[in-house]
């Protein structure tokens, strides 16, 4: 298995709602500093649109079904049964390629 670009968006949605979030945020600094010098006391955080990127991400995430639940079950069986059968050189095929792509 290989998992490159864990920051992209899983949720094609996603990338509009943070737009949105994000300029919903830019809205309120432009009126936190049009307001007055009492709504301005108090803790702030800036986020990056990484962070935004990384916490959208995760939202969709853990949102979406885990559509493999039902194969990781039957091989939980298998494993338990001893059944289970995997192939070998497939599984060593796939180590070295995911070792010649780290290398590019």
Same mark, same amino acid.
């Given at each position: !298995? ?5 920051? +992209?968006? /899983? ?6 709602? /943070? ?22 006391? +108090? ?11 990384? +916490?959208?991400? !995760? @939202? ?20 338990? @049964? +001893? ?16 070792? /010649?792509? /780290?290398?590019?």
């Amino acid at each position: !298995m290989e998992i490159k670009k864990l920051y +992209g968006v /899983l949720d094609p949605y996603a990338a509009k709602r /943070l737009q949105e979030n994000q300029r919903a945020q830019q809205d309120q600094a432009v009126n936190r500093q049009n307001g007055s010098a009492d709504q301005q006391l +108090g803790d702030k955080v800036a986020l990056s649109p990484e962070a935004r990127l990384l +916490g959208a991400t !995760m @939202s969709a995430a853990t949102a979406a079904p885990d559509a493999r639940a039902e194969k990781v079950r039957n091989l939980k069986e298998q494993v338990q @049964s +001893g059944t289970y059968k995997p192939d070998i050189k497939k599984a060593a095929a796939n180590l070295i390629r995911d070792d /010649l792509n /780290l290398l590019r």
